[in-house]
T-cell receptor
Framework: NAGVTQTPKFQVLKTGQSMTLQCAQDMNHEYMSWYRQDPGMGLRLIHYSVGAGITDQGEVPNGYNVSRSTTEDFPLRLLSAAPSQTSVYFC???????????FGPGTRLTVT | GNSVTQMEGPVTLSEEAFLTINCTYT??????LFWYVQYPGEGLQLLLK?????DKGSNKGFEATYRKETTSFHLEKGSVQVSDSAVYFC????????????FGPGTRLSVLP
């Protein structure tokens, strides 16, 4: 199993550009989440999904969209990048609602 | 709502020193508790977990006991190594998925040879 994979590993965007961060898992997990990690702020939940076709907002959803068309994939879209979205983004998945989460390696995004 | 508080550090220790990182939580139900570790440039990895009161999670010499009476889940290791240098996150999950999986702010540990 590859576990949770994320692409790209690094990305630089200009303000106003859009892009999609990819996340995939091969563990047949129903539950998936996107977090951003900023210095001194720990991890903050952006969006999550409890199954294909079902998504919901987390703590900091503004400026981001998600979709879940398959169990495996959970892409995160930045609609119009802003410098405040400079961060490290982690995707995670789990097999049960209260179980341990498995994290991808992260995408380091810089918006100039 | 649910929350996790942990000492923010940074914590700097010499090799073979004893480590304690404090973690306390607030939850409406009976959460599962976790410690995750993040090595430089990597994602988070589960270090240990406990799912009910008085459970002890352990892994790689690290231990933590779920104390419901004090709502705590302190991380300990008897003798740290340079390779333990990382950021440690306490977390809980409670009830439904999503907003009820909460992380603490993380504690950076540096172990000096």
């Amino acid at each position: 199993n590859a576990g949770v994979t994320q692409t790209p590993k690094f990305q630089v965007l200009k303000t106003g550009q859009s892009m999609t961060l990819q996340c995939a898992q091969d563990m047949n997990h129903e539950y998936m989440s996107w977090y951003r990690q900023d210095p001194g702020m720990g991890l903050r939940l952006i969006h999550y999904s409890v199954g294909a076709g079902i998504t919901d907002q987390g703590e900091v959803p503004n400026g981001y969209n998600v979709s879940r068309s398959t169990t495996e994939d959970f892409p995160l879209r930045l609609l119009s990048a802003a410098p405040s979205q400079t961060s490290v983004y982690f995707c995670a998945s789990t097999i049960t609602p209260r179980g341990e989460q498995y994290f991808g390696p992260g995408t380091r995004l810089t918006v100039t | 709502g649910n929350s996790v508080t942990q000492m923010e550090g940074p914590v700097t220790l010499s090799e073979e020193a004893f480590l304690t990182i404090n973690c306390t939580y607030t939850a409406t139900g009976y959460p599962s508790l976790f410690w995750y570790v993040q090595y430089p440039g990597e994602g988070l990895q589960l270090l240990l977990k406990a799912t009910k009161a008085d459970d002890k999670g352990s892994n790689k010499g690290f231990e933590a006991t779920y104390r419901k009476e004090t709502t705590s889940f302190h991380l300990e290791k008897g003798s740290v190594q340079v390779s333990d240098s990382a950021v440690y996150f306490c977390a809980l999950s409670d009830q439904d998925y999503g907003q009820n999986f909460v992380f603490g702010p993380g504690t950076r540990l540096s172990v000096l040879p």
